[in-house]
Each structure stands twice: as structure tokens, then as C-alpha cells.
Nanobody
Framework: QVHLVESGGGLVQAGGSLRLSCAAS????????MGWFRQAPGKEREFVAA????????YYADSVKGRFTISRDNAKNTVYLQMNSLKPEDTAVYYC??????????????????WGQGTQVTVSS
């Protein structure tokens, strides 16, 4: 059973930074691509960032490119999302996700099958 737990959300002023963490358990973390998604009130969930199993490939939504960075620490079974220059439109519940296929590239976003419970990020103007 794959288990994902996000942390690191909170309230921050526009222009500030936050780092989200997602701790994974239940299988060999290093073999699987990881991704971050978000859902704002009244909106559909959207892709934010993803990283391949090897860490060699990363993908970002245009809205966060240049501001957010995804990374992983296989020794800690954890994936991170460093968020800089935050904007009020980044306010959302952020979810960590992974797919069921080992050695995947992390793309496309539709392949993710396992989800965490989410962590709230609120950016004030």
C-alpha cells in the first residue's frame, strides 16, 4: 500500500517562499516518478511539477516555471517542491502523487494513481 504524506504548507505573503515535502512509504521510492498537483477552490486539480524516477527529467506547468523547483531525496523517500516568488494565484491545496509504473518518466500527468491528503498553501497579497 502506497502512502504519501505532504507537509510544509502554510500562510505566506506574496513574494515569499515555502518548501513542501512529501514522504512516501509502502514500496521502493527510488523506482517511481513523483509529481505535484494543486487544486484551488472552485477549480479543477491541475498539474504543477513532476520528476522522473531517476531525477534526470523534470516537468513544470508554465504558470510556475522559473519559480518552483521539484527535487527528490531517495535516501529519505521524500520529494520536495521549493516555491519561490509566490503569488496569490498560487493559493491552493497541494497534492503529492506517484504512478504505479516503475521507472517512469513522470509524464504525462494523467498517469498518476496514488495521492496524498494534501497541504494548504495560502498566499496573501
Amino acid at each position: 500500500q502506497v502512502h504519501l504524506v505532504e507537509s510544509g504548507g502554510g500562510l505566506v505573503q506574496a513574494g515569499g517562499s515555502l518548501r513542501l515535502s512529501c514522504a512516501a512509504s509502502g514500496r521502493s521510492f527510488s523506482r517511481y516518478a513523483m509529481g505535484w498537483f494543486r487544486q484551488a477552490p472552485g477549480k479543477e486539480r491541475e498539474f504543477v511539477a513532476a520528476m522522473s524516477w531517476s531525477g534526470g527529467s523534470t516537468y513544470y506547468a508554465d504558470s510556475v516555471k522559473g519559480r518552483f523547483t521539484i527535487s527528490r531525496d531517495n535516501a529519505k523517500n521524500t520529494v520536495y517542491l521549493q516555491m519561490n516568488s509566490l503569488k496569490p494565484e498560487d493559493t491552493a491545496v497541494y497534492y503529492c502523487a506517484t504512478d504505479w509504473v516503475a521507472y517512469g518518466s513522470g509524464w504525462p500527468p494523467s498517469q498518476y494513481d496514488y495521492w496524498g491528503q494534501g497541504t494548504q498553501v495560502t498566499v496573501s497579497s
